[in-house]
């Protein structure tokens, strides 16, 4: 029986998760899927009630479970507490208490929603790709601070690397290409960075591992351009922690609205399945989110966390035909098409799912 713990969190959290529930509840019933379901508080709905973002009950129940289903954390309400006490202060504790090291988040550009993208058609046509960006090392997670000098005040971060750091990401993301298009490319400063050469050298030795994955290997600020000018040219990307959440974000764009990302964030114990969208304040409580990027992270944890390839493409097949059937949530509406709430599209995927 699947172990899965759900943490709805704040804001719009909890509404698109009730969503990708009602998919689960489809899933057990249509594959006979078994499993059971526990919930935990986290973010501010945890500092309301225990006075910490992650409280030492939710760590205990993920530590038990095989995936968790997380909505989002944060919200006005909690914006001025102390650092320590703020929600997403939990979500970084939950990351690292499961050891994420993979942060992966596809994005494609789905051909009904080609009108809402800010890009040319010819442009992002064939947007299919994966970014897997190291989660917990490198400058986010390196020595920092700051001291005073000949009356001046200085700051400094670093930026720090094990080989076994590398190895473990870059593997992943081999693996990851080799069920897809067979080909990552590599992204580093190998011009300037020392970490960044010992990247390289590193993606080097793995690559020869995975003969039938082709490599190619860009800095990082023409990596950046690239996702704009040619973005259908990538299959896998994989970075490290701060290249990796800057080009996540820029290529999110690609894929129409926020409330279509899906992310996972894998590691050697339970994977943690969120959408790449915030607490969204503005429309909280109104039935205005779009679910389908909670639904799709739930797609993403049948694949990754329970090896149901079968289940997750059903999922996103659903989503699929739902778009072509002209329902849309407010962020991805267009004239022609028919606005629905948060409810009606989540009981659509269901309905399509047969
Ligand atoms: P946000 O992603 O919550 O919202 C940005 C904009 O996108 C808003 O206009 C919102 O209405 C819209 N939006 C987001 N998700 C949507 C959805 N599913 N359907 C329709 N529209 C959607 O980002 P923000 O406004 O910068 O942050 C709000 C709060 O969320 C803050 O407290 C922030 O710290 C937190 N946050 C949490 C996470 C997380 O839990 N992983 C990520 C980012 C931000």
């Given amino acids: 029986m699947a172990k899965i713990v759900v943490l709805p969190g704040d804001g719009i959290g909890p509404e698109v998760v009730n969503q990708a529930l009602k998919?689960?509840?489809?899933?057990?019933?249509?594959?006979?899927?078994?499993?059971?379901?526990?919930?935990?508080?986290?973010?501010?709905?945890?500092?309301?009630?225990?006075?910490?973002?992650?409280?030492?009950?939710?760590?205990?129940?993920?530590?038990?479970?095989?995936?968790?289903?997380?909505?989002?954390?944060?919200?006005?309400?909690?914006?001025?507490l102390p650092r320590e006490k703020r929600p997403e202060k939990g979500l970084?504790?939950?990351?690292?208490?499961?050891?994420?090291?993979?942060?992966l988040r596809p994005v494609k550009c789905w051909p009904q929603l080609v009108e809402q993208s800010?890009?040319?058609?010819?442009?992002?046509?064939?947007?299919?790709?994966?970014?897997?960006?190291?989660l917990i090392g490198g400058a986010y997670f390196g020595k920092k601070g700051h001291k005073e000098e000949n009356d001046e005040l200085k700051a400094f971060d670093t930026i720090e690397y094990s080989q076994q750091e590398i190895s473990r990401i870059v593997q992943t993301a081999f693996q990851l290409a080799e069920k897809r298009r067979k080909h990552v490319t590599s992204v580093d400063k190998a011009n300037v960075l020392e970490t960044s050469r010992l990247w390289r050298r590193i993606v080097e030795e793995e690559a020869l591992k995975?003969?039938?994955?082709?490599?190619n290997h860009l800095y990082v600020d023409n990596c950046a351009m690239q996702l704009c000018l040619n973005p259908g040219q990538?299959?896998?990307?994989?970075?490290?922690?701060?290249?990796?959440?800057?080009?996540?974000?820029?290529?999110?764009?690609?894929?129409?609205?926020?409330?279509?990302?899906p992310s996972a964030s894998l590691g050697e114990g339970p994977g943690l399945y969120e959408p790449a969208h915030g607490s969204a304040p503005d429309i909280a409580g109104q039935n205005k989110a779009n679910p389908l990027a909670a639904?799709?992270?739930?797609?993403?944890?049948?694949?990754?966390?329970?090896?149901?390839?079968?289940?997750?493409?059903?999922?996103?097949?659903?989503?699929?035909?739902?778009?072509?059937?002209?329902?849309?949530?407010?962020?991805?509406?267009?004239?022609?098409?028919?606005?629905?709430?948060?409810?009606?599209?989540?009981?659509?995927?269901?309905?399509?799912m047969g």
């Fill in 295 to 352: 639904i799709l992270s739930l797609a993403m944890m049948m694949r990754f966390s329970f090896d149901r390839q079968d289940i997750a493409d059903s999922v996103e097949q659903a989503v699929e035909r739902v778009l072509a059937a002209g329902l849309r949530t407010g962020d991805i509406w267009s004239e022609g098409t028919r606005l629905v709430g948060t409810e009606e599209i989540g009981d659509a995927v269901i309905n399509e």
């Fill in 210 to 215: 995975y003969p039938e994955v082709s490599l």
């Fill in 118 to 134: 800010p890009f040319k058609e010819e442009i992002i046509k064939n947007v299919d790709l994966l970014m897997v960006r190291e």
């Fill in 92 to 103: 970084l504790e939950l990351r690292k208490t499961l050891g994420l090291f993979a942060n």
């Fill in 23 to 80: 998919v689960l509840a489809k899933i057990g019933e249509k594959y006979k899927f078994d499993y059971n379901l526990e919930f935990g508080k986290i973010g501010g709905s945890a500092v309301d009630a225990a006075g910490e973002p992650f409280p030492q009950e939710t760590q205990e129940t993920v530590l038990k479970s095989e995936a968790v289903l997380l909505g989002a954390v944060g919200g006005p309400k909690w914006d001025n």
């Fill in 234 to 261: 990538f299959d896998v990307i994989v970075t490290e922690n701060m290249f990796g959440d800057i080009l996540s974000d820029e290529s999110s764009i690609l894929g129409a609205s926020l409330g279509m990302l």
